[in-house]
């Protein structure tokens, strides 16, 4: 997609539509919300704690942030103190995502929902873990916890919901993606599974104007990711690509789906001059923060019709041609697995 089509699809987003605010009860689940200390995943957190959630819990990288934000929505919800708990985690070290994700089964007898919310949209090359940054954190430690931690959602599946849930419905794991995924060429789409985690930082740190295309990169690998773990949980099979999503409730036991806010006022652009910032979000009418923290929600509670697939507005859209590309997602699935083997110490 051209910047030019890029740049109308989205005036149409953020003059045209807008995000339902959440209205589906928590009451009687326990949520995980990463990067909730700030922005669309503290608004997030503040929806889901106005809507009854028995027990949240704010992943985060700076604890302080956390407990702070903790506050402020125990001050503006009726959540009783016990209700919140504010769990480190910097996905910028993937001992410290495989600690969350053993503190998770050690602590937690169910989990309903997880979102999966913290990234970065960085202007400055650097690594972590041996890889790009925003690959590093936006790709491979936000799926090392997803698919961690999707064996805790797939138990909740099998037991059900907790006697007297007013709204129950099966587990949900929402990873959030952006529409700049549409602006993404990747490519090293053709690199073999060996080679293209590391082709991508390699081209990134040689090649400024790659760079400067990661961050829709790491979205559009995100959502590629999602559609191949649809077809990896327990009751599923190998992924066949869009035809998998028929009658999905009979094949899968937890909804996955990837969320776009759209353009908010959230800390996505504290890297960018703060002239920049104002003029792009005036011309294209920045959302909110509690608007965009509502899509999260949203997805997160969203119906079987968004198995597997992007949302944009609350709304299931069909996203990038390449997201559809089961080769490629079957592909990118294998590489960061195979990675993820020589590193993960999450015992899951």
């Known amino acids: 997609m051209s910047v030019t089509e890029f740049a109308r699809n989205l005036f149409y987003e953020q003059y045209c539509l807008s995000i339902p605010k959440p209205t589906d009860s928590f009451s009687h689940k326990t949520v995980i919300i990463t990067g909730a200390n700030t922005g669309l995943g503290k608004e997030a957190a503040r929806h889901i704690s106005r809507l009854g959630c028995t027990r949240l819990i704010l992943g985060v990288r700076n604890t302080t942030a956390g407990e702070e934000a903790r506050k402020e929505i125990l001050a503006t919800t009726s959540a009783p103190e016990s209700g919140i708990a504010v769990w480190k985690v910097d996905l910028g070290s993937f001992d410290s995502v495989a600690e969350f994700v053993k503190r998770a089964f050690r602590e937690l007898d169910r989990l309903d929902v997880l979102i999966c919310n913290a990234g970065i949209n960085?202007?400055?090359f650097a690594e972590a873990e041996g890889h790009e940054r925003m690959l590093t954190v936006?790709?491979?430690?936000?799926?090392?916890m997803a698919s961690r931690l999707l064996p805790l959602l797939e138990k909740t599946a099998a037991v059900g919901p907790v006697a007297g849930d007013p709204d129950p419905r099966p587990p949900h794991l929402s990873i959030v993606c952006s529409d700049t995924h549409l602006l993404s060429k990747f490519p090293e789409r053709n690199e073999s599974p060996d080679k293209i985690l590391a082709a991508i930082t390699a081209n990134c740190k040689n090649d400024s104007s790659r760079f400067g295309r990661q961050y829709p990169t790491s979205k559009l690998l995100v959502i590629l990711l999602v559609r191949d773990m649809v077809y990896r949980q327990k009751r599923s099979g190998p992924s066949t690509g869009i035809n998998a999503a028929a009658k999905p409730q009979e094949?899968?036991?937890?909804?996955?789906?990837?969320?776009n806010p759209g353009l908010c006022h959230s800390n996505l652009t504290r890297e960018m001059p703060g002239f920049a910032v104002r003029v792009i979000k005036?011309?294209?009418?920045a959302r909110p923060t509690e608007m965009g923290g509502g899509a999260l929600v949203n997805a997160a509670s969203a119906g079987w019709e968004t198995n597997g697939q992007y949302l944009s507005s609350s709304?299931?859209?069909?996203?990038?041609?390449?997201?559809?590309?089961?080769?490629?997602?079957?592909?990118?699935?294998?590489?960061?697995?195979?990675?993820?083997?020589?590193v993960?110490?999450?015992?899951h």
């Open 251 to 259: 094949k899968c036991p937890v909804i996955i789906n990837a969320p």
């Open 282 to 285: 005036t011309i294209f009418r």
């Open 315 to 342: 709304i299931v859209q069909k996203g990038g041609a390449s997201t559809w590309d089961s080769a490629l997602g079957e592909k990118l699935c294998t590489a960061v697995e195979e990675y993820l083997k020589t």
């Open 344 to 347: 993960d110490t999450t015992g």
């Open 122 to 124: 960085t202007k400055q």
């Open 138 to 144: 936006n790709v491979l430690s936000t799926y090392l």
